[in-house]
Structures are given as C-alpha cells and as structure tokens.
C-alpha cells in the first residue's frame, strides 16, 4: 500500500503562483510514476502532470503547459509541482496519484493510489 498526502493548496488571485506537495510513504519501491490530477465542480478529473520515477519522462496537459512544472525529490518520496500565472480555471481539487503498472500516465485508471485532494482556488 502506498500512502499519498497533498499540501499547498489555497485561494489565491489570478496571476499568483502555488506550490503543491504530495508525500508519499509506505511501499514507495512499487510505484513508477506520480502524477497530478484534478477535479473542478461538476467536471471529470483531468489529468494535470505526470512523471516516472527517474525523472525521464514528464507529460503535461496542454492547458498548463508553459505554466505548471512537475518535479520530484525521490530522497524525501515527495512530488511537487509549481503552477504559475494561475487562472480561475485552474480552479479545481488538486489529487496527487502513485502508478504501478505501465498504463499510460494520462490515464486515471492507470494511477492505483489517490491521495485526498487539496483545494486550489483562483479568484479572478
């Protein structure tokens, strides 16, 4: 099992920038891939960033592209990612997600652990 537990969210203006975190623990070898996810009111999660474990491999969705970076620190089992010039649709909750198989990143089926969300809101 792998335990996965978000920081940084909050309410800030269009233009700002955040920095979220996600820690994972437990059975952090079985996993080969951590990502971001979101979810804004009454829309499906979309896929944000995603990266390999060894940092060879980084998608991005085209709408943060640019914007958003995703990176890793694997001495503290931690993911980051840096969102930049925020915009009020970037308003949504925020989920870090752990891969185990070789699904493809972008897909959230592919992602076996979810942490609990942390919530990002972008007044405009």
């Known amino acids: 099992q792998v335990h996965l537990v978000e920081s940084g969210g909050g309410l800030v203006q269009a233009g700002d920038s955040l920095r979220l975190s996600c820690a994972a623990s437990g059975r952090t070898f079985s996993y080969n891939a951590m990502a971001w996810f979101r979810q804004a009111p009454g829309k499906g999660r979309e896929f944000v960033a995603g990266?390999?474990?060894?940092?060879?491999?980084?998608y991005y969705a085209k709408s943060v592209k640019g914007r958003f970076t995703i990176f890793g620190d694997n001495a503290k089992n931690t993911v980051y990612l840096r969102m930049n010039g925020l915009k009020s649709e970037d308003t949504a909750i925020y989920y870090c997600?752990?891969?185990?198989?070789?699904?493809?990143?972008?897909?959230?089926?592919?992602?076996?652990?979810w942490g609990q969300g942390t919530q990002v809101t972008v007044s405009s």
């Open positions: 997600t752990a891969r185990v198989g070789f699904g493809h990143m972008m897909d959230p089926s592919a992602h076996s652990y």
């Open positions: 990266i390999t474990s060894n940092g060879s491999t980084i």
